[in-house]
């Protein structure tokens, strides 16, 4: 099962490696040319967990990193990821029978995509520049996943997509939280403010019915309170909107002092000018303006927390200038992933 004829060489051959101990990790070097050194897993580090001696084990099973990819990805399909060794969760991978011929299909290549992913994620981090996230590395592993299946299970009618392919799998998804896609043809606007120590700032982004990004902002505010900071940040991207022609689209905020006051038309009069201008322009283009989580609000919250960085509006119309992180967290939405279990709840209901 190691080489999938399916799944790159290059993955197969660091499954191989990684079950054989053969990866060149820190115990491996310090065991073979008896030279001490000190070793802590850089990934766990990375998401502040308890760092540990970077091993193979470690690395690819036991690491907190670690575990959280995989309960993240094999844990929905009912694979019990704890108290285990790595030989021993890739079998439970490939010994788990399914009736669902996509579930068998994708427990049979999900180990070598993952540990592909956690070497990855491992050696980008020690050698180049990348901080290690397990969004990102969720977000990467999905996108193989979906791939894959898409290119081989040429039966079935999925689209690219993260979500589909769970439902496909007959997983379970109505009590997760997740940034919805706006309706074909449509574009929707996600909003926060940010404040530290009293300087303020915004962010936001811009994504169409593929949860492709068409725009996002940065937007650093100087002195102010988070309340000012989402007030200006939800203006600024609807002025650029209407300014660009986007005027079909439906604006999310998890910020329930914004809702409060469109609701109720009770400002404070330092907010007053914003807030009239706000309510102007979402009645003159029929905007639909939604309360979310704050769960799926997380590309605006991150944009919003960069405005400390800098002292002038940045504005991306391409997504490669942004953040790494801010990128992993729109491919995450985009693939429709979500990680959050919730008891369902009663939806927001429509504001305006
Ligand atoms: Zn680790």
Not at 104 to 116: A, D, K, T
Not at 246 to 275: A, G, Q, Y
Request: include cysteine; aromatic fraction near 8%.
């Amino acid at each position: 099962m190691i080489c999938h004829k399916h799944v790159l060489y290059k993955m197969s051959c660091a499954t191989w490696r990684a079950i054989h101990n053969r990866m060149p990790i820190d115990d491996m070097i310090v065991d073979k040319f008896k030279i001490t050194t000190v070793s802590k897993c850089v990934c766990c580090v990375a998401i502040g967990m308890n760092p540990g001696l970077e091993s193979s084990e470690h690395l690819f099973c036991k690491g907190d990193y670690a575990q959280r990819i995989w309960s993240s990805i094999i844990g929905r399909m009912g694979i019990i990821t704890r108290h285990t060794n790595l030989r021993e969760l890739l079998q439970r991978c490939w010994n788990s029978t399914s009736k669902n011929l996509v579930t068998e299909y994708v427990l049979s290549i999900i180990p070598p995509i993952i540990i592909w992913e956690l070497w990855r994620s491992r050696c980008n981090s020690r050698y180049e520049e990348e901080r290690p996230s397990t969004k990102r590395s969720i977000s990467l592993i999905a996108f193989n996943i979906c791939h894959l299946t898409k290119k081989n299970l040429s039966n079935i009618n999925l689209t690219e997509n993260w979500e589909s392919l769970l439902k496909l799998m007959d997983i379970q998804l109505e009590d997760t939280i997740k940034w919805s896609r706006p309706s074909h043809h449509s574009m929707k606007l996600n909003t926060d403010g940010s404040c530290i120590r009293e300087s303020s700032g915004g962010g936001g982004v811009v994504r169409d019915s593929n949860g492709n990004c068409i725009m996002a902002f940065i937007l650093p505010l100087g002195n102010g309170t988070s309340n000012t900071a989402e007030e200006k940040a939800f203006l600024f991207l609807l002025k650029w909107c209407i300014a660009n022609g986007h005027i079909f689209t439906t604006v999310e905020t998890d910020s329930l002092l914004l809702n409060s006051i469109l609701n109720l038309w009770s400002t404070p009069w330092r907010m007053r000018k914003t807030v009239d201008e706000i309510i102007e322009l979402i009645l003159r283009h029929n905007i639909q303006f939604n309360q979310c989580y704050r769960e799926a609000n997380k590309v605006a919250d991150k944009l919003a927390s960069c405005s400390h960085l800098t002292n002038t509006t940045i504005v991306f119309t391409d997504t490669s200038g942004l953040p790494a992180h801010v990128k992993g967290l729109l491919n995450l939405d985009k693939w429709q992933f979500s990680s959050f279990r919730i008891k369902k709840k009663e939806a927001f209901p429509n504001l305006l």
